[in-house]
Protein backbone atom coordinates (compact mmCIF):
# COMPACT_ATOMS: atom_id res chain seq x y z
CA UNK A 1 0.00 0.00 0.00
CA UNK A 2 2.89 2.54 0.34
CA UNK A 3 1.70 3.50 4.05
CA UNK A 4 4.91 3.94 6.27
CA UNK A 5 4.09 2.34 9.58
CA UNK A 6 5.77 4.12 13.07
CA UNK A 7 7.92 1.53 14.24
CA UNK A 8 6.66 1.23 18.11
CA UNK A 9 7.86 -2.26 19.35
CA UNK A 10 5.08 -4.77 20.25
CA UNK A 11 2.58 -2.43 20.08
CA UNK A 12 -1.21 -3.84 19.12
CA UNK A 13 -1.26 -1.12 16.65
CA UNK A 14 1.89 -2.08 14.77
CA UNK A 15 0.32 -5.15 14.69
CA UNK A 16 -2.66 -4.42 13.14
CA UNK A 17 -1.08 -1.69 11.11
CA UNK A 18 1.07 -4.69 9.78
CA UNK A 19 -1.72 -7.12 9.45
CA UNK A 20 -3.38 -4.59 7.30
CA UNK A 21 -0.89 -4.65 4.56
CA UNK A 22 -0.99 -8.44 4.10
CA UNK A 23 -2.74 -10.47 1.46
CA UNK A 24 -5.20 -12.89 2.87
CA UNK A 25 -6.57 -13.46 6.09
CA UNK A 26 -5.14 -12.21 9.02
CA UNK A 27 -5.84 -12.36 12.66
CA UNK A 28 -3.64 -10.47 15.34
CA UNK A 29 -3.74 -12.32 18.35
CA UNK A 30 -1.56 -10.09 21.81
CA UNK A 31 -0.28 -12.74 24.00
CA UNK A 32 0.48 -11.26 27.53
CA UNK A 33 4.13 -12.06 28.95
CA UNK A 34 5.23 -13.73 25.31
CA UNK A 35 8.48 -13.02 23.27
CA UNK A 36 9.66 -13.09 19.68
CA UNK A 37 8.87 -16.88 19.71
CA UNK A 38 5.28 -17.20 20.59
CA UNK A 39 5.39 -21.08 19.77
CA UNK A 40 8.57 -21.43 22.31
CA UNK A 41 7.29 -19.06 24.99
CA UNK A 42 3.42 -19.60 24.75
CA UNK A 43 2.85 -22.72 22.86
CA UNK A 44 -1.00 -23.98 24.16
CA UNK A 45 -2.14 -19.70 23.27
CA UNK A 46 -0.47 -20.07 20.01
CA UNK A 47 -1.90 -23.30 19.02
CA UNK A 48 -5.42 -22.26 19.99
CA UNK A 49 -4.90 -18.74 17.79
CA UNK A 50 -3.49 -20.81 14.64
CA UNK A 51 -6.19 -23.21 15.10
CA UNK A 52 -9.14 -20.37 15.59
CA UNK A 53 -8.28 -19.18 12.70
CA UNK A 54 -7.39 -22.36 10.38
CA UNK A 55 -11.34 -23.40 11.69
CA UNK A 56 -12.44 -19.72 11.10
CA UNK A 57 -11.32 -19.74 7.28
CA UNK A 58 -11.82 -23.16 6.65
CA UNK A 59 -14.04 -23.47 3.26
CA UNK A 60 -13.21 -20.14 2.14
CA UNK A 61 -11.96 -19.03 -1.21
CA UNK A 62 -8.25 -17.48 -1.14
CA UNK A 63 -8.73 -13.69 -1.07
CA UNK A 64 -6.16 -11.48 -2.75
Do not use: F, N
Not at 12 to 24: D, F, R, S, T, Y
Not at 37 to 59: C, E, F, H, V, Y
Amino acid sequence: TGQVVEYQAGTKALCEAMAGQWVGTTSVVMLPACGHSPPRDRPDQTLAAMQALIADTAGRAPTA
